[in-house]
């Protein structure tokens, strides 16, 4: 289904946009023995957790993992949008592109939708998940408000229609201009508040190694026991490496009707880091009709630890868009 960086002035931040990766951004995470997961539990990079660490046993990454390059597979996001103006609402309009630079029309449904569109600040404090519409002429697009000027990274998350395609992730850098007011990563947390729900992380990722990351919701004290679906299942987690921001789209363990999984209080997942390094956790969970973003920074490493805080203060209330 569904998963930071610092300057003086936007012209350095524009700079950077385009020249230099050094951040990342909202939501998820108790490592349990990491046993194989299902083959449903790919992400939307359509790899394997032992694919997207590009193996369980070097640091090296034999396989990149998703969002880093604005082409793979003989598909190109054309991003038709470069620049937004913060603070101003604007059509992000972009095209996927096929080896003979046509735009690709058709798509296979993935998770309810046939893309789905990340938007991700460059420090990872801003963060949206957005499904946007086609043209019949292939365009996508969808309405944009980015409260603050600054590097933006876009993902596109897609499957096309054509036999023995495979899913792929394609990231493109997006400048905001505007008053340019960096911020600093947010501190490893274990807990984290949005409107009103408190979301707890019991686990911890791990470079190389498949885990078991699990979140737990409650409300005023109390579990929340009646998740709605949302994207064909009880949660959806982004995950996006500090730095360079490298794509991690981790799906939840179990599905709906399957007579096991329950819609609360908890949703497991399996993920795997594709590095040691500072990660932006980002879990979409859908409750009386909202949709609500919770987001985490952790650390992976060869520990496999986090370092409890606070609940994260990064926007907890601009993390989705319909």
Known sequence: MHTGLKITAFAAALAATFGTAYGVGSGVEPVVAASAPAAH??????RSPAQEAGGAHSGHEATPPGGLQISEGGYTLDLRTPRVVAGQRTDLRFVIRDDS???????RAEHDKELHLILASRDLVTYRHLHPARAADGTWS???????AGGYR??????????????LTLGADLATSGPYDPQDLPAPNSTAEVHGYEVELDG???????GELKLNVSRNGRPVTDLQPYLGAYGHLVALRSGDLAYLHVHPNGELGDGTTR?????????????SGTYRLFLDFKHEGKVHTAQFTVRAGASGTHTPSDASAAEPSAGHEH
């Not at 539990?41 to 359509?46: P, R």
């Not at 630079?101 to 798509?107: C, K, M």
């Not at 911890?204 to 498949?210: D, Q, Y």
């Open 204 to 210: 911890a990722l791990r470079p190389g190694k498949a």
């Open 41 to 46: 539990d790919k992400g939307h990079s359509g």
């Open 101 to 107: 630079g046509r735009a690709v029309t058709s798509y």
């Open 142 to 148: 969808t309405p944009v408000d980015l409260p603050r």
């Open 154 to 167: 876009v993902f596109a998350d897609f499957t096309p229609a054509k036999k023995g395609a495979e899913n």
């Open 263 to 275: 819609p609360g209080p908890g949703i497991s997942f399996t993920a795997t880091a594709p590095s």
